[in-house]
């Protein structure tokens, strides 16, 4: 596919990879149309210059109002936090991905690139899981409401109309990135943070790498593929963090079993409740910290030509830039 005239629908374009995405596809030539719920997010989308309809994939007609005219549909809204309600989740990850989904097929999109997660696969999988095996809800709603989402559009894929594309992501990093920067910079800073020893490998993404194959299955027309993206790299949890806390500037972090963690998040958790605040993470966090074994990505090298740019070096010195900059 030639990018030249082509409008690109980013939902979710205020969030970390959503607005990253928008910068990356205007440097291509796209035009570049955001549907963003958050005001002051949508805010930032629009220093790019990019038109902004505000409103969520959760409305129908405001999902018809952003498809119109686009060729290109990248759908990254999403709720993305370890745990919570499952009424919260299943609102925007499977109904709001169905009304974006039907969306763009009734508006005549013919390119439609959903963000899932490697999560699809649970919490223990075999080692170099592919696209091929089996999916885990582990009770765990953000597991869940990802893989009936993927179910749903998968029902719309036509390879001649509407193709469907899948991006199974594994832990994204970079600047503004929450679970994987952000938040554990913030703990450390507070002395707070603890990775679990019971972890083997932090399945890292770094945000370009994530996007670059994105493009890549868009520029193929891998209608109806689904494909893993990471950074291809056994990266354990002591080498990740300890990496991160030195861009941060914070103390080497220490390592606990894994039920101790969950112990702490739990009654950290219980305490943001009792004074009605929003919690900041919750104890299913530790389950995505101590994840078994690699997701392989040999179908998305094989077929895309995806190749991570940015190393885990790279990666960590970009982070340690923009930090400085948040600073200034």
Not at 83 to 103: H, L, P, R
Not at 105 to 128: E, I, M, Q, W
Not at 142 to 147: P, V
Request: proline share 4%.
């Amino acid at each position: 596919m030639n990018f030249a005239d082509k409008t690109l629908l980013i939902s979710g374009i205020g969030g970390f990879i959503g607005l990253r995405a928008a910068e990356i596809a205007i440097a291509k030539g796209l035009k570049v149309r955001g549907l963003e719920k958050d005001a002051e997010l949508a805010r930032n989308a629009q220093k790019l210059g990019i038109e902004i309809i505000n409103g969520s994939v959760t409305d129908a007609s405001i999902t018809q109002q952003a498809c119109q005219d686009v060729d290109i549909v990248l759908h990254t809204e999403e709720v993305a936090k370890e745990g919570g309600s499952i009424k919260e989740f299943s609102s925007v990850n499977i109904d709001g991905t169905i009304n974006i989904g039907k969306a763009a097929r009734n508006a005549g999109v013919k390119n439609f690139v959903h963000l899932s997660t490697a999560s699809v696969y649970g919490f223990d999988y075999p080692n170099n899981v592919t696209e091929k095996e089996t999916l885990v809800k582990e009770r765990n709603p953000y597991c869940q409401t990802k893989i009936e989402a993927e179910k749903a559009l998968v029902q719309l894929n036509s390879a001649r109309d509407f193709g469907i594309i899948i991006i199974r992501a594994g832990d994204v990093y970079g600047p503004g990135s929450i679970p994987w920067t952000v938040r554990p910079i913030s703990f450390m800073q507070q002395k707070l943070f603890a990775y679990t020893n019971e972890g083997k490998v932090i399945n890292h993404l770094y945000v370009d790498n994530l996007i670059d194959a994105i493009f890549l299955a868009i520029e193929k027309e891998q209608h109806g593929e689904i494909f893993n993206i990471t950074d291809g790299k056994e990266t354990s949890p002591r080498e990740f963090f300890t990496r991160l806390a030195e861009v941060g500037d914070c103390l080497t972090p220490s390592s606990l079993p894994k039920e101790e963690i969950r112990m702490f998040l739990k009654l950290r958790c219980q305490g943001q409740k009792l004074i009605r605040k929003k919690p900041d993470i919750y104890p299913e966090a530790v389950d995505f910290m101590s994840r078994p074994y690699t997701f392989s990505i040999e179908k998305a090298r094989r077929i895309l030509g995806y190749q991570p740019a940015i190393s885990l070096d790279e990666g960590m010195a970009r982070i340690k830039e923009w930090l400085k900059n948040q600073k200034k």
